[in-house]
């Protein structure tokens, strides 16, 4: 799958990825021959899995797959349930119809040592019924096949459709995120950040036109994306301070609102971070400081932390923590007593998250496993 090719780091951001994904599901299945409502899942899950499998950390993609398939189901039901379920009786007439036949078969059968009067009259009466019957299931097996064919056409003309108001939803929303900004910061508040995330810089931007705040942004150690939100938000007219990561709780006392993203929503309600979260986590905690989330639904995935089969973490190279030159001395002399695990991200479990802020509203992490219900079918988790 070279048009996707997220293996090599070519589209970054979960956002992205997402609405790349259901971009390819999309062209999936209008390259499908088939319509059937399990033509159409068989080619969703063969190409989720190629996908999740060039990306195995991107909890997006799988997502997006699951939501598709949860599209597929729904739409099935309703283009059966919109056809008044005269396929699923046409279905149990004709199987009355050859199983009645069948039956008058093997009455032939046994009438054919019998009389030779009775067995001819009984082979006729038989023999008409036959006829009948036969006429009746081949144009009725034919209106079947018509009103099938139908039916399928219509549901990957849905489904098509479903998908693309799927990505109209990826496209809008970090904008209807950062519309409710105005609800979430208030006057003269202090609001505490880490590192920089494009959902959170437009959430601020947004709440920077109707109300004034004063910002502290936490530099994000090991790669330091702090010190470029604090620079463009300060340009923005945002009066920011930038802080070392150590400084946080020092810092929370003079907090109101910590606002930060997700990697992932998981199952239980916690969340996958950027390196660095839960620490800021627990420190609003210890000071009984609300701790937001802004994040898309796309995110929300049927995962929990325990499952062991799941990849929940990624390891940056050391450079960001010691320089090469420094590695290489080590080498040279034959010291491998030096380790510098690099890890990617924080689980924040969900007793230390306040809110999440979501596409559709505000919701709480006890709420999280309503929304895996509205979004996808248990069948597919795996």
């Given at each position: 799958?070279?048009?996707?090719?997220?293996?090599?780091?070519?589209?970054?951001?979960?956002?992205?990825?997402?609405?790349?994904?259901?971009?390819?599901?999309?062209?999936?299945?209008?390259?499908?021959?088939?319509?059937?409502?399990?033509?159409?899942?068989?080619?969703?899950?063969?190409a989720?899995?190629?996908?999740?499998?060039?990306?195995?950390?991107?909890?997006?993609?799988?997502?997006?797959?699951?939501?598709?398939?949860?599209?597929?189901?729904?739409?099935?039901?309703?283009?059966?349930?919109?056809?008044?379920?005269?396929?699923?009786?046409?279905?149990?007439?004709?199987?009355?119809?050859?199983?009645?036949?069948?039956?008058?078969?093997?009455?032939?059968?046994?009438?054919?040592?019998?009389?030779?009067?009775?067995?001819?009259?009984?082979?006729?009466?038989?023999?008409?019924?036959?006829?009948?019957?036969?006429?009746?299931?081949?144009?009725s097996?034919?209106?079947?096949?018509?009103?099938?064919?139908?039916?399928?056409?219509?549901?990957?003309?849905?489904?098509?459709?479903?998908?693309?108001?799927?990505?109209?939803?990826?496209?809008?929303?970090?904008?209807?995120?950062?519309?409710?900004?105005?609800?979430?910061?208030?006057?003269?508040?202090t609001?505490?950040?880490?590192?920089?995330?494009?959902?959170?810089?437009?959430?601020?931007l947004?709440?920077?036109?109707?109300?004034?705040?004063?910002?502290?942004?936490?530099?994000?150690?090991?790669?330091?994306?702090?010190?470029?939100?604090?620079?463009d938000?300060?340009?923005?007219?945002?009066?920011?301070?930038?802080?070392?990561?150590?400084?946080?709780?020092?810092?929370?006392?003079?907090?109101?609102?910590?606002?930060?993203?997700?990697?992932?929503?998981?199952?239980?309600?916690?969340?996958?971070?950027?390196?660095?979260?839960?620490?800021?986590?627990?420190?609003?905690?210890?000071?009984?400081?609300?701790f937001?989330?802004?994040?898309?639904?796309?995110k929300l995935?049927?995962?929990?932390?325990?499952?062991?089969?799941?990849?929940?973490?990624?390891?940056?190279?050391?450079?960001?923590?010691?320089?090469?030159?420094?590695?290489?001395?080590?080498?040279?002399n034959?010291?491998?007593?030096?380790?510098?695990?690099n890890?990617?991200?924080?689980?924040?479990?969900?007793?230390?998250?306040?809110?999440?802020?979501?596409?559709?509203?505000?919701i709480?992490?006890?709420?999280?496993?309503?929304?895996?219900?509205?979004?996808?079918?248990?069948?597919?988790?795996?």
């Open positions: 799958m070279g048009w996707f090719a997220p293996r090599h780091r070519q589209i970054h951001g979960s956002l992205p990825v997402a609405k790349r994904t259901a971009e390819v599901l999309r062209l999936v299945i209008s390259s499908e021959k088939g319509a059937s409502k399990s033509t159409l899942i068989d080619a969703v899950r063969h989720g899995s190629l996908l999740q499998s060039s990306a195995p950390l991107e909890v997006s993609i799988g997502n997006i797959t699951k939501r598709v398939l949860h599209i597929i189901r729904d739409e099935a039901a309703a283009v059966l349930e919109e056809a008044g379920g005269v396929s699923e009786d046409a279905g149990k007439d004709r199987i009355k119809r050859e199983a009645s036949t069948e039956r008058m078969q093997n009455q032939m059968q046994e009438l054919s040592l019998g009389d030779g009067i009775q067995k001819q009259r009984m082979t006729r009466l038989v023999s008409l019924h036959n006829l009948l019957d036969q006429v009746a299931t081949k144009g097996s034919a209106d079947e096949k018509i009103d099938s064919a139908r039916r399928e056409r219509k549901l990957k003309h849905n489904v098509i459709e479903a998908i693309s108001d799927l990505m109209d939803e990826l496209e809008g929303l970090r904008t209807l995120i950062a519309e409710q900004a105005g609800e979430h910061i208030h006057a003269k508040e609001i505490l950040t880490m590192g920089s995330q494009r959902t959170v810089e437009s959430f601020l947004d709440a920077s036109k109707k109300r004034s705040f004063q910002l502290v942004v936490a530099e994000g150690a090991p790669l330091f994306t702090g010190h470029k939100l604090a620079r938000l300060a340009e923005a007219g945002i009066p920011t301070t930038l802080i070392s990561d150590s400084a946080v709780f020092a810092m929370m006392a003079r907090i109101n609102k910590v606002i930060v993203s997700a990697h992932a929503v998981l199952a239980n309600g916690g969340i996958i971070a950027a390196v660095g979260t839960r620490m800021l986590a627990m420190a609003a905690a210890k000071h009984a400081v609300p937001v989330v802004l994040t898309g639904l796309h995935t049927p995962i929990f932390p325990q499952q062991s089969n799941m990849v929940m973490n990624d390891f940056f190279e050391p450079d960001s923590l010691i320089a090469y030159d420094a590695l290489a001395d080590l080498q040279i034959k010291n491998d007593n030096l380790q510098i695990p890890p990617g991200f924080d689980y924040v479990p969900p007793h230390l998250v306040s809110l999440f802020v979501t596409d559709t509203g505000g709480s992490p006890t709420y999280v496993y309503r929304l895996l219900k509205e979004f996808y079918s248990p069948v597919d988790y795996d």
